[in-house]
């Protein structure tokens, strides 16, 4: 039995390379190979870092508490009431102006350009022409007076008007039986509520604060308003609208907030 | 309390504390610390009082949304023991046994008793109107407590309940004064059991057996057979 020799590599280069490159770089050679080493023990060290509790807190944990999350988001669902409305408040304790939050500080605030400014619309819509700030602005508005209640606890009463979302979504052919209507903003933030919430009396398209158009940090110039939802759920400097059957994982629930958070 | 003369039962008499009440006592010692302790870790990312904050020693969950992961999972555990708990009490007839009638008069000659302290604690099964007044006081706090919880998660779907409270605010500050009530019972709860360790005793392994139910008290509701 004769053994072939192993066949000859095509990117095997006629000319060897010199043995003496080894030697010159000497140096190198053993400082890439220490750089390795170095590297390996460290990550070593920092996995037996993880181990202490943020393995536990990450995986096995966290996603035991977010599938607890998903079960509270069915019996919220379940809780909700489209009929029930929330209280209502007077004039005179409209506070002004409303109380900012996002996720990053108000000087970082990139304000809207309005000129050339358009609300895109998405998904199961019959009719998904953009929409532009004086179609908007034509459209019937509905004023309501409501609380703003924040995740963290504090509250405020606020004065907010715009198309009902309901009106709007009927108007531009949305599926009204689809499941939920994602917000896709400016700020690179994702909201996406379930459809009866979307389509409750009391959830507007926002474009006007106490009478006048709402200034840049509260989300010019359309907003989300829900008197039926914690408040990081009223999506502030909307770009896109989409109606889905596929729920889209939003800004607040990557980072372990519940989902459905309904007040 | 009379002694145990003659048991012609095969069964020895019950525990003072039958286990599926020792378990139920537990899930809810546990699941009311992880209530205070997550709570304290929401309450922190928006206090209520300037001058307070909860330690993060003290605190369960990284950052506040983790808090209310672990909150809104452990009221469930809470809510459903509870539930168990107060159906076991009314329908044994354990808290008509053990924690009724409480009279005022007691209360104060065992108060003082206890204050200078002469109080006796010789029979573990029978517990004196401090201890009674205490027990059905956080029975009562963690049903408010659950209450006001209730109305601050939900304060549209409830918001009767709400304006009852008088508002979110007030609701949250109810929620708050029905944890600091809870933290306080259970300080002096952990103490007293701590200065009578056979109370503790009692409660992991179950404690004296009762004696044999008598016909002129009320006691054999759901005891011997």
């Known amino acids: 039995m004769s053994i072939r020799p192993p066949a000859r590599s095509l990117f095997r280069p ?21 750089r390795g080493f170095l590297k390996g023990t460290l990550s070593l060290g920092a996995l037996t870092f993880l181990s202490g509790c943020n393995i536990s807190d990450r995986d096995a944990v966290q996603s035991f508490l977010r599938t607890i999350s998903a079960f509270n988001d069915r019996i919220q669902s379940l809780l909700f009431d489209p009929n ?14 409303p109380r900012f939050n996002a996720y990053y500080d108000i000087e970082r605030v990139m304000p809207i350009d309005p ?57 531009i052919g949305a599926d009204l039986s689809a499941k939920y209507v994602v917000f896709h903003c400016n700020d690179n933030y994702t909201e996406c509520i379930d459809m009866p919430s979307a389509l409750h009396p009391q959830t507007i398209l926002a474009t006007k604060y106490a009478g006048e158009p709402i200034t840049d940090p509260y989300g010019f110039p359309l907003r989300l308003r829900t008197a039926v939802k914690i408040g990081f759920k009223n999506a502030k400097w909307i770009r896109a609208i989409e109606v889905t059957n596929t729920h889209v994982e939003t800004f607040w629930e990557k980072q372990g907030f519940n989902w459905f958070s309904g007040i | 309390m009379v002694a145990i003369t003659e048991t012609r039962a095969a069964k020895p008499p019950r525990r003072m504390h039958p286990l599926l009440l020792r378990i139920m006592h537990w899930i809810n010692a546990i699941s009311m610390i992880l209530m205070v302790m997550s709570g304290w870790k929401i309450y922190n990312d928006e206090v209520i009082f300037g001058f307070l904050h909860f330690p993060d020693e003290l605190t369960l969950g990284v950052w506040a949304q983790h808090a209310l992961q672990w909150h809104f999972f452990v009221m469930w555990i809470l809510v459903l023991n509870g539930l168990c708990y107060l159906a076991y009490g009314i329908f044994t007839g354990r808290f008509r046994r053990m924690l009724l009638p409480i009279r005022i008069r007691e209360i104060i000659h065992e108060m003082v008793a206890a204050l200078t302290f002469r109080l006796k604690h010789t029979d573990l099964t029978h517990y004196n109107a401090v201890q009674k007044l205490l027990y059905v006081g956080v029975i009562l706090l ?7 919880g209730i109305a601050i ?3 549209v779907q409830f918001s009767g309940l709400v304006s009852l409270m008088g508002g979110f605010q007030a609701a949250r500050l109810l929620h708050f004064i029905g944890m600091a009530a809870i933290v306080l019972f259970f300080l002096v709860h952990v103490s007293l059991a701590l200065l009578v360790p056979k109370t503790i005793l009692a409660m992991l392994t179950g404690g004296p057996r009762i004696a044999p139910p008598s016909r002129h008290t009320d006691e054999n509701v759901g005891t011997n057979p």
């Open chain 1, 14 to 34: 006629k000319v060897a390379p010199d043995q003496s490159v080894l030697a010159e770089n000497k140096e190198l050679i053993e400082s890439i190979e220490r």
């Open chain 2, 153 to 155: 998660w939900k304060p």
């Open chain 1, 84 to 97: 029930k409305l929330a209280p209502t408040y007077s004039v005179s304790q409209v506070v002004k102006p």
């Open chain 1, 115 to 171: 000129r050339g400014w358009q609300l895109g619309l998405a998904g199961l819509i019959q009719d998904k022409r953009p929409w532009s700030l004086e179609q908007i602005y034509g459209f019937p508005e509905q004023e309501e007076i409501i609380k703003h209640i924040c995740v963290e606890g504090w509250e405020y009463i606020g004065q907010w008007s715009g198309p009902n979302l309901k009106q709007f979504l009927t108007k």
């Open chain 2, 142 to 148: 963690i049903i408010l407590q659950v209450i006001t």
